[in-house]
């Protein structure tokens, strides 16, 4: 008996080293294990693809359930890759399962459709909703539907606005993950626990090989990956998130969890702000030039939740008027991570080394403020800070934003920015 099982065990993981040196192509489940210390089961799932695409061996590696298991659904095993979050989700109420009235199935391979993400959503945000508008907003989803009150409710929530150019929701259409990805993110919008990625959170760079940072889609996918929510779609490597495939019931459970259900899926968010200057608001007089009536003190900024891997910041401010063309009036690089502030004044004073305060486009070091030409209306000055994945950077002593770029461009992780406006 002990040499059969020693056998089959080593049959086993013979074929576990057959596959990861084939040169075929693996597809995988969005997560194909359960979290560590899952008590009920652990799955390996595995897929070998030739290049015609054809399924040429599949199998599944997985501990016995214990007998004290109690499938959340009767199409849901013991053994099932996403059991735990399927549970989870049942318990919290967001779901009932697939087939009521008796709703003793999930249906966990079946696909998402807009009216169920809607559903999955609002019920793990808020519960079942009751105070809704009770006109139609989209001329497909009358207010007979079962999920009427679910998309009057993502639609005010600004989750969700329909097609763009119709009046037309499609509730019975399948969710791709990029539609997914944008629902997500702005259902933690709404409930004021993230910001919304501004339109160019992907000009540093896509998050996944097969998201191009031009695509609508980019920055909610961007977003997605940051906060944990996502992987990626090809485990180990996760190089790609499959933007266009399908959603799953199961993987629709996995990704409610991680947004709205687990305590441990949201870090705290990357922040970058100036206490005296408010978001697109005016520049006070004592931050610009004496030559526009000011003090040239430079402004108090503070961030917070900076990414992981963060190694070294840098501080950018620059004037993007086109009669400007990008004119630098401040870059502090090398910053470290333990610095969280630059107090007012803090130029050519408390800026200490690594960090280093180069050559502004007047000619000198350090913090230079607004003194825009005579009538050429209001300038808008970008305060942007950098995270990167190198402790220091290399520029020249007085760079252009051009340079700049090109220097931080390879190590961004992540940047936060704001604007403020002097001129008149």
Not at 163 to 169: H, K
Not at 371 to 382: A, D, E, K, R
Request: charged share 15%; glycine share 8%; hydrophobic share 35%.
């Amino acid at each position: 008996m002990k040499m059969r099982v020693f056998f089959n065990n080593f049959l086993i993981f013979a074929l576990f080293i057959l596959i990861f040196f084939t040169n075929a192509k693996e597809v995988f489940s969005e997560t194909f294990a359960l979290s560590a210390g899952d008590s009920s089961s652990q799955v390996f799932n595995k897929a070998i693809k030739l290049s015609n695409g054809n399924i040429v061996l599949q199998f599944t590696l997985s501990k016995i359930c214990p007998a004290t298991c109690t499938p959340p659904f009767t199409d849901v095993p013991c053994d099932h890759w996403a059991i735990n979050y399927i549970k989870a989700v049942k318990d919290a109420g967001i779901t009932k399962g697939c087939n009521p009235p008796q709703n003793d199935r999930f249906c966990p391979e079946d696909v998402v459709t807009r009216a169920q993400m809607a559903a999955f959503i609002i019920r793990a945000i808020e519960g079942e909703p009751t105070n809704y508008n009770t006109n139609p907003y989209f001329s497909d989803v009358p207010s007979s539907h079962w999920a009427f009150k679910y998309i009057q409710r993502v639609k005010e929530r600004n989750i969700a606005q329909g097609y763009p150019g119709t009046n037309l929701y499609g509730p019975e259409d399948n969710v791709t993950r990029e539609q997914m990805a944008k629902m997500l993110i702005m259902g933690l919008v709404s409930q004021g626990k993230i910001s919304e990625p501004p339109s160019d959170y992907c000009s540093t760079g896509a998050p996944f090989d097969d998201v191009s940072p031009s695509s609508w889609s980019c920055r909610y996918i961007k977003k997605l990956k940051e906060l944990g929510i996502t992987q990626g779609c090809n485990p180990p490597d996760n190089n790609r998130y499959c933007p266009q495939n399908l959603v799953t019931r199961a993987q629709m459970a996995t990704f409610i969890y991680r947004g709205f259900l687990s305590s441990i899926s949201l870090p705290a968010e990357f922040r970058f702000y100036s206490p005296t200057i408010p978001e697109n608001g005016t520049i006070p007089l004592k931050y610009v030039m004496p030559g526009a009536g000011g003090q040239n003190v430079s402004p108090p900024l503070k961030w917070e939740g900076i990414p992981s891997g963060t190694k070294s910041l840098v501080l950018l401010m620059y004037d993007r008027h086109p009669i400007a063309d990008n004119w630098i009036h401040w870059i502090v690089i090398n910053i470290p991570t333990s610095v969280t502030e630059f107090p007012e004044g803090a130029s050519g004073r408390t800026i200490t080394s690594p960090a280093r305060e180069l050559i502004n486009s007047y000619g000198f070091s350090g913090y230079g403020g607004p003194q825009p030409p005579s009538g050429t209306g209001q300038h808008p000055y970008v305060f942007r800070l950098y995270a990167l994945s190198v402790s220091e950077i290399n520029l020249s002593s007085q760079p252009s934003y051009d340079e700049i770029i090109r220097a931080v461009q390879p190590y961004v992780i992540d940047y936060k920015e704001f604007v403020g406006y002097f001129g008149g």
